[in-house]
């Protein structure tokens, strides 16, 4: 009699191998964890050659950007072991700005200036709505949902020229102008900020949503019953406790934006150029000048880089609030 | 609020951030203010919901400098509403709340992505300047060409390409990393890609793909290790129809990381119990996974891919900054940009694009559906 089969039934052949085979992984866990960890060391095994496999082209172009620019330009970057020549020269031509519009300096503070605001935003304005959809029923409450979600996926294409020509020159319905153009281009960074937030809200409220709609019902309803009206509820208790979701979202609308090139390429012309633009026009124009592309590009990933290491554990818990429970 | 903006422009951009994240969250407590205030009963609020009905307008002619909405604003908030409230049966002043909240988003929202979405459906029946009604000529040209017919078949490839492989190989590489040592970081280096922009990516693949002749030192690392064992180079993204593959790797090396975060969450949430009960039964590792951990995060792969179907339908920057979409590499999202100076053939890809994203957002919806439903 075995321990998984007390009593005697009778089984068939099949049946009672594969009881066979339970008992024996009960041993194999309980006694030998040694032949566990060996099929798992497998596993580990193939796990480290595809982060070797995905790492490798990002390691390449670190090493090539402090390769001089002769030897870029005649060998691959993997010499570097048998024929060592390490220079911050790259580094150094890119930033004192050589041939775009804007000085690489100049584009990595656009970057900021375009981004931070860029990052604010769309989440003080998806909140509410988020808390409006998820916490005051009105008609026709899900239907705007939905097609708010809807919105989610026109491609930015779509939006691009009818909104550039609605800064450029306003609105206007016939002959009755509804409001006039920004005209505010140039040196304003008011065009991006306003395209940035527009495009950031439909994932914004959805993945605000999912999380504010989440917070017990008790606790507004005790808010409810003190005499707290949305307001209060909404400023003294969904904000906070949506704290996690909303520095997520932050953190993806930061990485978001600051990689952006097709909204820049489109509202930030000239001089308030970020750090993906003039990125572009080095690669464009100067397809050959391979030494200002590898340290220009290391230049613009440092920050994306740094924010994703230091906050890393906010990113799965921003991914997971818009996907289902468990 | 363009003179704001322009004085903004005028100052050091390092000043004009604090200050324009100041303005804004003023604007948002002065709003959230009015929405606390509007309900409460009494003389006092309601002078100064009086008072709201007064300055609104008068803030929303400061903003946007037209007379007209200032009007249309205080007609809908002293008449309306008064109206409403009267009758309201959910007390006074709730109308009022869920417009404050709402509204700045569906207002944005509607001139930012409604209003642009309505007009290029109709910009494209119209000619390229955008003012005689030309019918479907701009499709005819979308169709008749070769070259754009390419583009489309090249965007359906990626759709379909793209996805699975980003899916598998994620899935693939969380179930390997579940509880391996070093974990994180494993992980991390997985998911960095996704904090590259796509032009850096473009940046680091171009030192991956690039070809020289076969008689000089090769630079890219494909072709270096395919000439260290003496073949010869191959120009990867200039022949086609594989040049096309070959940019697809780059979205997959992206997207990849996305796949595995959100898997690997997945997977460590389905119920040790299903497995163990699975253990006991007998089955090998390879039915554990197929039979207890794919079902169990059936919902979580149908997010990963629409996810990176979306994402790969709007790819643009790869294409762009690889190959300007030359040699049969074009996709749709790089001819609406290429071609934005005749607004009607570049509306009419936009459509089409639209068209073939269409069927994820319905299958999206419906999944919501669903879930809404089982909450």
């Keep these: 009699m075995s321990a998984v089969a007390p009593i005697d039934l009778p089984v068939d052949q099949r049946t009672t191998a594969q009881l066979a085979r339970g008992e024996k992984a009960i041993e194999r866990t309980t006694l030998k964890k040694s032949k566990d960890r060996l099929t798992s060391k497998g596993a580990t095994i193939a796990a480290i050659i595809i982060a070797i496999l995905w790492t490798t082209p990002t390691f390449g172009l670190l090493v090539t950007s402090f390769r001089p620019p002769e030897l870029i330009n005649t060998s691959g970057w993997w010499t570097i072991f048998t024929n060592p020549g390490f220079t911050v020269s790259n580094y150094d031509a890119v930033l004192n700005g050589e041939a775009t519009t804007v000085t690489l300096g100049q584009a990595f503070i656009n970057s900021i200036a375009i981004t931070l605001p860029a990052a604010l935003f769309p989440l003080v304005i998806a909140s509410m709505a988020a808390y409006a959809f998820a916490w005051i029923p009105f008609k026709g409450r899900n239907i705007l949902f939905i097609g708010v979600f809807a919105l989610q996926v026109v491609p930015i294409q779509m939006a691009l020229v009818p909104l550039l020509s609605l800064f450029a020159r306003g609105l206007s319905v016939g002959d009755t102008e509804i409001f006039a153009g920004l005209g505010a281009g140039g040196n304003s960074y008011g065009q991006i900020w306003i395209a940035h937030t527009i495009f950031a809200l439909p994932l914004a409220i959805f993945l605000l949503h999912n999380f504010i709609s989440e917070i017990p019902q008790e606790l507004i309803e005790a808010a409810r019953v003190d005499g707290a009206g949305h307001g209060q509820t909404f400023f003294r208790i969904v904000l906070p406790l949506a704290m996690p979701a909303i520095a997520s979202f932050a953190i993806f609308q930061f990485l978001w934006v600051w990689n952006d090139l097709l909204v820049a390429l489109v509202f930030a012309d000239g001089a308030v150029g970020p750090i993906t633009k003039v990125l572009r026009e080095i690669t464009g124009n100067r397809g050959q000048d391979w030494y200002l592309l590898t340290s220009g590009a290391f230049i613009a990933m440092i920050v994306p880089l740094i924010v994703f290491f230091a906050l890393q554990r906010f990113f799965v818990r921003g991914l997971l609030a818009g996907s289902t429970k468990g | ?375």
Excluded at chain 2, 260 to 267: D, E, P, T, Y
Excluded at chain 2, 342 to 365: D, M
């Design chain 2, 1 to 375: 609020m363009s003179g704001f903006l322009k004085w903004l422009a005028g100052l050091n951009p390092f000043a004009q951030i604090p200050l324009v994240i100041g303005a804004f969250l003023l604007v948002a407590g002065i709003l959230i203010f009015f929405i606390e205030i509007a309900p409460r009963t009494g003389r006092r609020y309601t002078i100064i919901r009086a008072l709201v009905c007064v300055f609104a307008p008068v803030t929303v002619f400061l903003l946007l400098g037209s007379i007209m909405v200032a009007a249309v604003v205080a007609a809908i908030l002293g008449g309306v509403f008064f109206l409403l409230d009267y009758r309201a049966r959910s007390g006074a002043g709730y109308l009022f709340q869920l417009i404050g909240f709402l509204s700045p988003a569906l207002f944005l929202l509607a001139i930012g992505l409604v209003y642009p979405t309505v007009a290029t459906f109709f910009k494209a029946f119209m000619n390229a300047r955008g003012n005689r009604f030309v019918g479907f000529e701009n499709f005819v040209f979308v169709f008749g060409q070769e070259a754009n017919r390419v583009a489309i078949i090249n965007t359906i490839i990626w759709v379909l390409v793209v996805p699975a492989f980003s899916t598998a190989v994620g899935l693939a590489y969380a179930v390997f990393v579940d509880k391996a040592r070093g974990e994180k970081i494993l992980k991390a280096l997985v998911f960095m890609p996704m904090a590259i922009s796509f032009v850096g990516a473009s940046i680091i693949w171009k030192f991956v793909y690039d070809a020289n002749q076969a008689d000089q030192p090769q630079i890219g690392l494909l072709n270096g290790i395919i000439t260290f064992f003496g073949g010869q180079p191959i120009d990867f993204i200039n022949v086609a129809p594989w040049n096309n593959l070959f940019l697809m790797v780059i979205l997959i090396w992206v997207q990849t990381g996305f796949a595995m975060v959100v898997l690997s969450a997945a997977i460590k949430g389905v119920p040790a119990e299903q497995m163990e009960a699975a253990q006991l039964d007998g089955t090998n590792a390879w039915q554990r996974f197929t039979n207890v951990t794919v079902p169990g995060i059936r919902s979580s792969l149908i997010v990963v891919l629409t996810t990176i179907s979306i994402a790969s339908l709007k790819v643009f920057d790869i294409v762009q900054t690889m190959t300007g979409g030359a040699n049969g590499t074009n996709v749709l999202a790089n001819a609406v940009y290429a071609q934005k100076l005749e607004e009607g053939r570049a509306s009419a890809f936009a459509v089409i694009l639209f068209l073939l994203v269409l069927p994820i957002i319905i299958y999206n919806v419906r999944q919501m559906r669903l879930q809404k439903e089982i909450r």
